[in-house]
């Protein structure tokens, strides 16, 4: 298609351009004029003005702009400062030299400028300069707010765009006329076509074994897991104080009666009855649980531990799936307090079947793997893996990147997957613990990586060690893509050699983008036959031609059905690969990977191994 316009609607947060006292007041949720502000409340003002841009008010059209870096102790009417020989404080400063009379000498002032040497401003007369972008993180409530004003459906958003292309103008821009560029104000009409879903097999003892996906969903009404899990030694703590105990064991009853219609081995009665307790007690609250389950008649240990969380809970989760996980060594499954209120069996089935998943099953396979109809994957045994690095917030500088990786476990199902982290340099994309050696003073030289140990422990899995490897990797901007692929094929390799002698099976390297802003629009909107009920193309969707590369193998997939929004396809960049795949082939086993998520039972943007990576990492910071 030669060079191409891209042109696409963002949005982001902003801060609100209030006065700083009414951004205080807004912050804490109260009047802050009528009396001093709490060490408490006086750092969570800091906090979130920190590295905000302010404008002064009292000094009529000139409004200097400065930048707070944090927020005196004292109050106002307390602070002094040197001037001219003298001290002098910062009312009668500002009295005299400006006339301004503060009236709200009980607030602290905002410190600005240099942090050798900083100055003082009240509060009141500071605002904050418009057009800062929020960057902290937002909260449940900012985020819904959000997608209320930014959510947009298809229909709009091409039309949102429309708009914007007429009123920039681009086919009267003078340097574009002087180039000879012609810019259309058209969208690009291209071809595409639909990916049929996959067949999806259930256990064969439920009414429905087998099961086709319609517009990218299903539901596991008929069905029972493929391979259920046992859990004979369980128990549940209740965090909320806004549940009694008698509904919070209801619920814990409630789910696991769905357990067991869904084909798990779940024991109906608890090791121990539920127990209560306040959230800043988590610490000794588990552990209590853990030990009077072992102290009981034919106490065990239990297996796992179901907890009632309150709805707005900040770090307790990370602090719950730490504990449980690594010094308790029990899996846990967390659920909000709102959804114990009203029980819902839709929620119930999408809990029970990650806890089929925690504990050791798998909740449905491609029926083409059972059958071994997959080409590329079941003539050998083949390992997927998916990476993917998260990276702190920008201005977090020493906080480390976490990289995950994930392998297949079940071939040739390719549907059950172990993985792992690692912690490495600050914004490092590259992973670092792929293949690693270090020197170990009585076993000399030893190897070692994420990759080595996956594929070990699918050996040990199947008994056979994989012929064939498939590596998605995330994460990766266009620029960075030789130098991933050249340092983590190289990883790759050294790996598979380093377990056995000329062992190098063959590798298909290929990089997913989903930041990107491509959007693929239904010629009409209206047309059902071409979009689901959401207005978006039907899941399934592959486009790789006129808009992908014309001599590389990259392809855009919408494996997904809308909900709301605008659905956007996922780019995939097949960088290297040795197994030679066929365009329709690699597409339809990306499209079919996107069926087995195992915490929904729809199909998900892309491919389950990057969201299971994507969750380990998401574990891993909030612990």
Known sequence: MGLSLNIDMSSTAFVEPLPVIDFAAQILGKDVMSRPLSDANRVRIKKALHDLKVEITHRGSLRRKYRVFGLTAQP???????????????????????????????????LVGNQKKPNYLPMEVCKIVEGQRYKKRLNEKQITSLLKVTCQRPGDKEMDIRRTVHKNGYDQDPYAKEFGINISDKLTSIEARVLPAPWLKYHDTGKESECLPRVGQWDMKNKKVVNGCTVNHWASINFSRSVQESTASGFCQELAQT??????????????????????????????????????????????????????????YGDIKRICETELGIMSQCCLAKHVFKICKRYLANVSLKINVKMGGRNTVLLDAVSRRIPLVSDVPTIIF?????????????????????????????????????????????????????????????????????????????GQKPLRIIFYRDGVS????????????????????????????????????KRHHTKLFANNHNDKSSTDKSGNILPGTVVDSKICHPTQFDFYLCSHAGIQGTSKPAHYHVLWDENNFMADEMQTLTNNLCYTYVRCTRSVSVGNFFLLALLLNTLTLST
Request: charge should be negative.
């Open 76 to 110: 106002t009417h307390e602070l002094i400062f040197p001037i001219d020989d003298e001290v002098k404080s910062v009312v009668e400063y500002f009295k005299e030299m400006y006339g301004f009379t503060i009236k709200q000498p009980h607030l602290p002032c905002l």
């Open 259 to 316: 357990c067991k219609l869904l084909g798990m081995e779940f024991n109906s009665e608890p090791a121990i009855p539920m127990y209560s307790a306040r959230p800043e007690q988590a610490v000794q609250a588990l552990k209590h649980v853990y030990n009077a389950a072992l102290k009981k008649p034919k106490g065990k240990e239990l297996e796992l531990l179901l907890v009632i969380l309150p709805d707005n809970n900040g770090a307790l």
């Open 386 to 462: 998916g990476a993917d690095v998260t990276h702190p917030e920008t201005r977090e500088d020493t906080s480390p990147s976490i990289a995950a990786v994930v392998a297949s476990q079940d071939w040739p199902e390719v549907t059950k997957y172990a993985g792992l982290v690692c912690a490495q340099a600050y914004r490092q994309e590259l992973i670092q613990d792929l293949y690693k050696t270090w020197h170990d003073p009585q076993r000399g030289t030893v190897t070692g990586g994420m990759i080595r140990e996956l594929l070990i422990s699918f050996r040990k899995a199947t």
């Open 478 to 513: 266009a620029g960075q893509f030789h130098q991933v692929l050249l340092y983590e094929l190289d990883a790759i390799r050294k790996a598979c050699a380093s377990l056995e002698p000329n062992y190098q099976p063959p590798v298909t390297f290929v990089i997913v983008q």
